[in-house]
């Protein structure tokens, strides 16, 4: 069982920032991707953001580039989304998922997912 656990996430102010982690307790990081992908109300699940773990290329929405920053950390099995410049359209559920073949592209295809972390920016 590969349980994947987000962390972080909580209520900041418009322009705030906000680090998000996941934290898998299996062998998740040695092979596809990892992601970042959200949910808001009224609104599809939106691709955040995306980082492969051979190179460590990095994939980001367009509603995000240039704010938030993934990143792994392969030693502590951990997944984090640097988030700044925070807006309201940002508030969302977000969810980690690890084991993905098509980066952000929809639909999407991660074999494991957490239970996600809600990020309110008002």
């Known amino acids: 069982h590969v349980q994947l656990v987000e962390s972080g996430g909580g209520s900041v102010r418009p322009g705030g920032s906000l680090t998000l982690s996941c934290a898998a307790s299996g062998d998740t990081f040695d092979a596809n991707c990892l992601g970042w992908f959200r949910q808001a109300p009224g609104k599809e699940r939106e691709g955040v953001a995306a980082i492969h773990t051979a190179g460590s290329s990095t994939y980001y929405g367009d509603a995000v580039k240039g704010r938030f920053t993934i990143s792994r950390d392969n030693a502590g099995n951990k997944l984090s989304l640097q988030m700044t410049s925070l807006q309201p359209e940002d508030s969302a559920l977000y969810v980690c998922?690890?084991?993905?073949?098509?980066?952000?592209?929809?639909?999407?295809?991660?074999?494991?997912w957490g239970q996600g972390t809600q990020v309110t920016v008002s």
């Open positions: 998922g690890a084991d993905g073949i098509r980066g952000l592209r929809p639909p999407p295809d991660y074999n494991y």
